[in-house]
């Protein structure tokens, strides 16, 4: 059983949206809510809107809206039940216990981080004795002092099959709990083994301070060189960052996306307490949500090699739409930072980072890298090329800069420059048109929720049945004389109707009807889509007659359902009968 539906409607009533929403983002009076920048996505011209009345928040930018909670869950990167946890520490309330699954799910999470952290001892105690030499005389042949080894954790995993898994059951943890920490990987015979054997090992600690997952290098042998916990009930790869919890507490006001561990705990050590790393994958959108919420700033240390010049530019991308200011460092005559500081020492690193270049200064230095630019023929392919990426940049004036600057590089006249750019920028906004005229043809599919997953099957009944919800969800008298001629099963919308029916659940149960409370009982896409509905909503001059219309517009194709129905069963029953004779 979930948390109690009352406890999540006094939570939410409870709840001041917009004083939650103020801890991160600046929020400004407009009409009767507040505007502010999306967290979710960069934006320079304010989409994101909170209702205070209605107690739910909707950009019309990403599509991003939702109730408190939903806020929480995406801004913290909490599951539901910790999100909920939080507001109700906020606000004096105290979470109900249960013998259910979501408490069930609660206890399990914080036996695993208590796993975590007596495993992560384990490890650097095993780091510390004889069996782990070789593992510490490596760190320290990489440069790492004592003191930076223990600030990190870090430690070494023994070769033994089973070692760490018999330590732990020895301190009272289940089978079930290692291997759903990935501590460990179930055999044939039903037993378990270490996932981690002759390593050296990193400890992935959570913002809150929590030891949530491990990386692991390979010492000899076998096996990836790096190996990472999957994801558990406590760790997500693409929500989490390694040393974010170290470089949040910087003061620089920026944070430096290094590739490895290595990388990230030699920045630290050299003074540079603002570096972190992904873990082993790809930089996600919500790492950078995350970063935006430390710093404003981004500073892309990647590899130098072909791999690091695709994801940094990956990286540009996703780092600008979280709405952060991004630099690329080139670091000469070294492959990585870590490399560079110990050839060079911190003042010489710091000195680069005071040179960065702009993201849009790195992109066209890569594309410049692929051609020669003393044959006139690499020159022409350079400049168009250039030229495609400059049309996309958004500010005229570092349109006009670049522009310039990739003339005098490739030897040609800034008009003949400024031509090309201006050709590129008209094709691309030639497609863009085209494509908006190809959706403009689709009337069917415009009706269609933006929300991967939801899809109307009858768009004239379903159209109908959002506005009506748009006005039920602000008059409850409304709402309970609709109830009286319109059941829930007669929306074509299971979606919809499912708001409807929740609606009128909380209406006849004597509560106040806040969107924010019905979007309680809905999946993410189905909040997000409701939030659009109710932010699109344009004041009616008569209500009731408005309703009135799209009730019977509602009931005419259901009836029309109905008889479809019963006609395919009678040409069902006719075929059987012309089968038989």
């Given at each position: 059983?979930?948390?109690?539906?009352?406890?999540?409607?006094e939570l939410?009533?409870?709840?001041?949206?917009?004083?939650v929403?103020?801890?991160?983002?600046?929020?400004?009076?407009?009409?009767?809510?507040?505007v502010?920048l999306?967290?979710?996505?960069?934006?320079?011209?304010p989409?994101?809107?909170?209702s205070?009345?209605?107690?739910?928040f909707h950009c019309?930018g990403?599509?991003?809206g939702?109730?408190?909670i939903?806020?929480i869950?995406?801004?913290?990167?909490?599951?539901?039940?910790?999100?909920?946890?939080?507001?109700?520490?906020?606000y004096g309330?105290?979470?109900?216990e249960?013998?259910?699954g979501?408490?069930?799910?609660?206890r399990?999470?914080?036996?695993l981080?208590?796993?975590?952290?007596?495993?992560?001892?384990?490890y650097h105690?095993?780091?510390m004795?004889?069996?782990?030499?070789?593992?510490?005389?490596?760190?320290?042949g990489?440069?790492?002092?004592?003191?930076?080894?223990?600030?990190?954790?870090l430690?070494?995993a023994?070769a033994?099959?089973?070692?760490?898994s018999r330590?732990?059951l020895?301190?009272?943890y289940t089978?079930?709990?290692?291997?759903?920490?990935?501590l460990?990987r179930?055999?044939?015979?039903?037993g378990?083994?270490?996932?981690?054997?002759?390593r050296?090992?990193?400890p992935i600690?959570d913002?809150?301070g929590n030891?949530i997952?491990?990386g692991g290098?390979?010492?000899?042998?076998?096996?990836p060189?790096?190996?990472n916990?999957?994801d558990t009930?406590v760790f997500?790869?693409?929500?989490?960052?390694?040393?974010?919890?170290?470089?949040?507490?910087?003061?620089?006001?920026?944070l430096?996306?290094?590739?490895?561990y290595?990388?990230?705990?030699?920045l630290h050590?050299?003074g540079f307490?603002?570096?972190?790393?992904s873990?082993g994958?790809?930089?996600?959108?919500?790492?950078?949500r995350?970063?935006?919420?430390?710093?404003?700033?981004a500073?892309i240390?990647?590899?130098?090699?072909?791999a690091g010049?695709?994801a940094a530019?990956?990286?540009?991308d996703?780092?600008?739409?979280?709405?952060?200011e991004?630099?690329?460092?080139?670091?000469p005559?070294a492959?990585?930072?870590?490399?560079?500081i110990?050839?060079?020492g911190?003042?010489?690193f710091?000195?680069l980072?005071?040179?960065?270049?702009?993201?849009?200064e790195?992109?066209l230095?890569?594309?410049?890298?692929?051609?020669?630019?003393?044959?006139?023929?690499?020159?022409?392919?350079y400049?168009?090329?250039?030229?495609?990426?400059?049309s996309?940049v958004q500010s005229?004036?570092?349109?006009?800069?670049?522009t310039?600057?990739?003339?005098?590089?490739?030897g040609?006249?800034?008009a003949a420059?400024?031509?090309?750019?201006?050709?590129?920028f008209t094709?691309?906004?030639?497609?863009?048109?085209?494509?908006?005229e190809?959706e403009?043809?689709?009337?069917?599919?415009?009706v269609?929720?933006r929300?991967?997953?939801?899809?109307?099957?009858?768009?004239?009944?379903a159209?109908?049945?959002?506005?009506l919800?748009?006005?039920?969800l602000?008059?409850p008298e409304?709402?309970?004389r609709?109830?009286a001629?319109?059941?829930?099963?007669?929306f074509?919308s299971p979606?919809?109707?499912?708001?409807?029916?929740?609606a009128?659940?909380?209406?006849?149960?004597?509560?106040e009807?806040?969107?924010?409370?019905?979007?309680?009982?809905?999946?993410?896409?189905?909040?997000?889509?409701?939030?659009g509905?109710?932010?699109?909503?344009?004041?009616?001059?008569?209500?009731?007659?408005?309703?009135?219309?799209?009730i019977?517009?509602i009931?005419?194709?259901?009836?029309?359902?109905?008889?479809?129905?019963d006609?395919?069963?009678?040409?069902?029953?006719?075929?059987?009968?012309?089968?038989?004779?």
């Amino acid at each position: 059983m979930a948390l109690p539906q009352s406890f999540l409607d006094e939570l939410i009533y409870r709840c001041d949206i917009v004083e939650v929403i103020s801890k991160y983002v600046t929020l400004k009076r407009s009409g009767s809510g507040y505007v502010g920048l999306c967290p979710f996505h960069n934006e320079k011209t304010p989409s994101f809107s909170v209702s205070g009345d209605k107690q739910f928040f909707h950009c019309f930018g990403c599509g991003e809206g939702g109730n408190v909670i939903t806020f929480i869950m995406k801004e913290e990167n909490l599951p539901f039940p910790e999100a909920v946890k939080l507001l109700a520490d906020m606000y004096g309330m105290t979470v109900p216990e249960d013998d259910g699954g979501s408490d069930q799910a609660r206890r399990l999470r914080e036996r695993l981080y208590a796993l975590n952290k007596d495993a992560a001892r384990f490890y650097h105690s095993c780091l510390m004795e004889p069996e782990g030499r070789r593992a510490l005389e490596y760190l320290q042949g990489r440069g790492l002092s004592r003191r930076t080894i223990v600030s990190f954790g870090l430690g070494y995993a023994p070769a033994d099959w089973d070692r760490l898994s018999r330590a732990m059951l020895d301190k009272g943890y289940t089978k079930y709990e290692i291997e759903s920490a990935w501590l460990a990987r179930k055999n044939k015979s039903g037993g378990i083994y270490d996932a981690f054997r002759d390593r050296v090992m990193f400890p992935i600690i959570d913002i809150r301070g929590n030891v949530i997952a491990f990386g692991g290098r390979v010492m000899e042998g076998d096996g990836p060189k790096y190996l990472n916990s999957g994801d558990t009930p406590v760790f997500s790869k693409s929500r989490n960052l390694f040393a974010m919890n170290l470089a949040k507490k910087s003061k620089a006001g920026r944070l430096i996306l290094a590739e490895g561990y290595m990388d990230v705990i030699a920045l630290h050590q050299a003074g540079f307490d603002y570096a972190v790393a992904s873990l082993g994958t790809a930089l996600t959108a919500e790492q950078t949500r995350l970063m935006s919420r430390y710093a404003k700033e981004a500073i892309i240390c990647y590899d130098s090699d072909a791999a690091g010049q695709r994801a940094a530019q990956k990286a540009i991308d996703l780092l600008n739409r979280a709405g952060m200011e991004v630099k690329v460092l080139r670091i000469p005559d070294a492959k990585d930072p870590d490399e560079f500081i110990k050839k060079n020492g911190s003042e010489a690193f710091a000195l680069l980072l005071d040179k960065p270049q702009s993201d849009s200064e790195y992109r066209l230095a890569v594309i410049r890298s692929k051609y020669a630019l003393d044959q006139d023929a690499q020159k022409i392919e350079y400049s168009k090329e250039a030229a495609v990426y400059i049309s996309t940049v958004q500010s005229p004036v570092e349109r006009e800069i670049l522009t310039h600057r990739v003339a005098q590089e490739a030897g040609i006249s800034a008009a003949a420059m400024e031509a090309e750019v201006k050709r590129a920028f008209t094709a691309a906004l030639r497609r863009e048109r085209k494509k908006e005229e190809s959706e403009a043809l689709r009337p069917v599919r415009a009706v269609q929720p933006r929300e991967t997953g939801l899809r109307y099957d009858n768009p004239r009944s379903a159209l109908c049945e959002e506005k009506l919800l748009a006005l039920l969800l602000e008059d409850p008298e409304l709402l309970r004389r609709t109830g009286a001629v319109l059941a829930p099963e007669m929306f074509s919308s299971p979606f919809l109707a499912k708001i409807y029916q929740r609606a009128l659940e909380l209406e006849r149960g004597g509560h106040e009807i806040v969107p924010a409370a019905v979007m309680a009982g809905l999946e993410e896409a189905e909040a997000r889509h409701l939030t659009g509905i109710l932010s699109a909503k344009v004041a009616s001059a008569d209500a009731e007659k408005e309703a009135a219309d799209y009730i019977a517009v509602i009931r005419e194709e259901h009836a029309k359902k109905q008889t479809e129905g019963d006609d395919r069963l009678m040409d069902a029953l006719s075929r059987k009968r012309e089968r038989k004779g």
